[in-house]
């Protein structure tokens, strides 16, 4: 929700993996070519439009959303979505739709070659800003 915090600089970052897909992290440029296709587009429309999927998300400016993909063990990529805004509320929800985005953008890419990958550990990994300060994720 609207924190009681003024305006200023926050950012969330979100992770997940996506495990099953060694046809896809067997290939480093692969996975560079997935990240550089049409998946930025998606991951910041979507991030943009989170107001409009999650019901007490707030449309927000968002400044910047950032994707990065990492080969996590040799059946498994880790994706890292970081947003960032200096509106009065955090962009954690934001965070997470653009991490989860970018899962399901990866495996509708990659589904003709690998059917059975499985997304999971969606988390926050790190908030920074506004009334709640900072919260690392420990699990991490």
Known sequence: GVEAAG???RAASGALDVGRCPG??????????????????????????CAD??????????????VDFERS??????????VRTTARTGVEM???T????AALTVYDMVKAVQKDMVIDRVQLVKKTGGKSGTFSNPAE
């Open 94 to 96: 934001e965070a997470l």
């Open 24 to 49: 896809l992290v067997a290939d480093a440029g692969r996975a560079s070519l997935v990240r550089r296709a049409s998946c930025d587009q998606v991951v910041d429309l979507l991030a943009k439009k």
């Open 7 to 9: 305006a200023g600089p």
């Open 73 to 82: 063990a040799p059946d498994r990529l880790r994706c890292v979505a970081t």
């Open 53 to 66: 999927a999650i019901p007490l998300c707030h449309t927000l400016p968002l400044d910047s959303v950032d």
């Open 98 to 101: 653009a991490v989860s985005a």
